[in-house]
């Protein structure tokens, strides 16, 4: 009975909410989307028309994948000293990705 009560508290400390960066990225997005879909976008050198929605889809498209690499990266790294330097490695990678594709 005691190694159950045992298992139960490792189980209960292991389902703690951590704070990581990709949290933050999906945050962003999110709230990014909801504000165009209420304020509307526009894109310079297109016809005007209705971007905004097209744009927010995008966005929740983008939190959406983060949100799915955050629980793939959690599974991997239990230690979230190890997930902070994971996350902000792969969001360093994808930043220096689109500076150099841009």
């Known amino acids: 009975m005691a190694e159950q ?3 139960a508290g490792n189980v209960n400390q292991q ?11 999906t945050a962003f997005f999110f709230i990014a989307a909801g504000y165009l879909f209420f304020t509307g976008a ?3 050198g297109m016809p005007s028309g209705n971007w905004g929605t097209t ?3 995008i966005f929740i498209l983008f939190g959406v994948v983060v949100s799915f690499l955050d629980l793939i990266f ?3 790294f239990t230690i979230t000293k190890n997930l ?7 969001i360093t990678l994808v930043l ?6 841009k």
């Open 96 to 101: 220096i990705i689109f500076f150099l594709v």
């Open 15 to 25: 389902r703690k909410f951590r704070i990581s960066p990709l949290n933050f990225a």
């Open 42 to 44: 526009k894109i310079t």
């Open 5 to 7: 009560n045992d298992q």
């Open 74 to 76: 959690r599974n991997f």
């Open 55 to 57: 744009v927010a889809w």
């Open 84 to 90: 902070w330097i994971v996350e902000l490695s792969f």
